[in-house]
């Protein structure tokens, strides 16, 4: 018989004591090229970027992110006025909430809130002449908006809610005397006594807003408006999103919640279906959760039953 090539004995001994299958042995077939052996064909590692070339992108990326969390999230503004005083003073900056309104949320009593002008509500006013830097800052929402027309107010009342105001107050939601010692601008009387509108009984269309502004007597709001197209009303498709939170300057930095006196007995039960209508995004995601926390427990177990 002819003698046994030593190197085919050698590599079938080597493969039989191991156990080793096709798997191992391109295993060991790719050490030995990493090792620097004959056939090594192992590419080199890319030298990395340097910082300056991804600079670039990381400011795109940034802005894209910037612009999808104002169109989408959250949104500065800038107060031009002190018709919130002293809920808000002239020059604060607050962030709005501009996601809830996608999962058909709707303003709710006692909410401060910011809407786009309805009917001319602005006429008269001067208007901001940003810059360029200024106009895009503010097209990205890292600066409030300078250009928009918006308004800022606090909700009154709700579609189906009638308001009224007589003599120096107070003022009523739906006949319930509002307590709003809380927010109303101090000296204020909630109810003005004048013949323009200060004095009024309106019932509120559905898909509508009444709003009015925390200093009473230096507020054009919807009292002032009910010659418009709307007779003062703000429609709900025109409001931008909920107040939330002021950001600047740092020592007034707070959040702004609902007063308690809209939360009273006997305004009716509109909150509660506003309120779910607020959770929407939590259970949404919840929902979401749920069955991919089930679907990675059955995986766990028929991974430890193998």
């Not at 009303?233 to 939330?244: K, N």
Request: hydrophobic fraction near 35%; charge should be negative.
């Amino acid at each position: 018989m002819e003698a046994a090539d030593p190197a085919v004995d050698s590599a079938v001994t080597s493969g039989s004591d191991s156990g080793a299958t096709e798997d191992s042995t391109m295993t060991g077939e790719r050490t030995g090229t990493e090792d620097g052996g004959p056939g090594d064909s192992a590419p080199k590692a890319k030298k990395p970027r340097s910082f300056w070339k991804e600079l670039p992108i990381l400011i795109g990326i940034a802005l894209v992110l910037a612009l999808l969390i104002k169109t989408f999230l959250v949104q500065a503004f800038s107060i031009p006025s002190d018709s919130m005083q002293n809920t808000l003073q002239q020059g604060d900056r607050v962030l709005v909430d501009k996601l809830t309104p996608w999962f058909g949320s709707e303003p709710e009593r006692g909410e401060v809130v910011v809407f786009h002008d309805p009917d001319n509500w602005l006429a008269g006013e001067p208007t901001a002449d940003p810059n360029a830097v200024q106009t895009f800052l503010s097209w990205i929402g890292l600066m409030p908006s300078a250009e928009e027309k918006d308004l800022i107010k606090r909700v009154i009342g709700v579609g189906g809610d009638t308001v009224s105001c007589e003599g120096t107050g107070p003022l009523k939601v739906n006949g319930k005397a509002l307590n709003e010692a809380d927010y109303v601008y101090a000296g204020n009387t909630p109810c003005s006594q004048d013949d323009q509108g200060g004095q009024f009984s309106v019932k509120v269309p559905k898909g509508f807003i009444w709003v009015m502004g925390d200093h009473r007597q230096n507020s054009r709001d919807s009292r002032y408006n009910q010659s418009d197209k709307n007779h003062g009303m703000v429609p709900v498709d025109e409001v931008v999103g909920r107040a939330i939170v002021k950001a600047w300057p740092i020592n007034r930095w707070g959040t702004l919640p609902e007063p308690d006196t809209f939360s009273q007995v006997g305004l009716d039960d509109q909150s509660s279906a506003s309120a779910a209508l607020t959770v929407a995004p939590t259970g949404l995601a919840l929902v979401g959760v749920v069955p991919v926390a089930l679907w990675r427990r059955r995986k766990i177990a028929v991974a430890e039953t193998r």
